[in-house]
């Protein structure tokens, strides 16, 4: 693990999470068209995976695209379509070398057909994999996957397979798309922008949050090696008080 000197290995998130924002006005900022941002983030996830994976962080969810991105112009929905598959048609090989489990989160009925084929085989390709498991929220809306949880479950209750008195915590959680996922212990989001956006809203309830105004095509491994160094100054009590040392 080459992690550096000042970040602690027992104190290294567990599971990270990222908001990738920031791409368009990146470009934007650069007199590039809006793509070329996308394009560019691209690079910077593979670069982010690879620092993840090398610093000891054994789980990455980035909010690739959002229920309300379809709201976006067509040719920029139509080119990150694209972008995802050709994303994972050439980087698969070397993803799997390297020990990556891919997984996917999000109504992926809607994407394209040829996107839903790359999108399943790179999961079964990669199902046994233990290095890091990345995740990818693709038509993904937090709000859209709890009313899908609740929905299911009323289902039960409605057919008399389950008690509605038993329906708590525990039992909502394996109806999430992250079911047998540990919650993120960490969650970075770019440009500047200090909202949650509807990316797990369930899921990041005790989750310490980072916010800088870099965009996400300049995060690099020492934006990473910042947020991280703030994390482990973080005291996380989740919402207990430490008992006060003996004298």
Known sequence: MNLP????????????????????????????????????????LKEILRCCKDWGIKALTVYAFSTENWQRPLQEVNFLMRLFERFLRRELAEMYQEGVKLSFIGDLSALPPSLQTEIEHSTVKT???????????????????????????????????????????QLVEQYLYTVNTSPPDLLIR???EMRLSNFLLWQLAYTEMYFTDIFWPDFDREELYKALLSYQQRDRRFGKVKPLLSA
Request: charged share 15%; aromatic share 4%; net charge positive.
């Open 127 to 169: 199902a046994n994999n233990q290095a890091i498991h990345f995740t990818l929220a693709i038509n993904y809306g937090s709000r859209n996957e709890i009313t899908r949880a609740c929905h299911q479950i009323a289902a039960l209750v409605e057919q008399g397979k389950l008690n509605a008195a038993a329906v708590n915590e």
């Open 5 to 44: 000197l000042d970040l602690e290995p027992q104190r290294i998130p567990q599971h990270l999470a990222i908001i990738m924002d920031g791409n368009g006005r990146w470009a934007t900022n650069q007199g590039l068209p809006r793509i070329a941002g996308h394009r560019q983030g691209a690079k910077t």
């Open 190 to 192: 770019t440009s500047g």
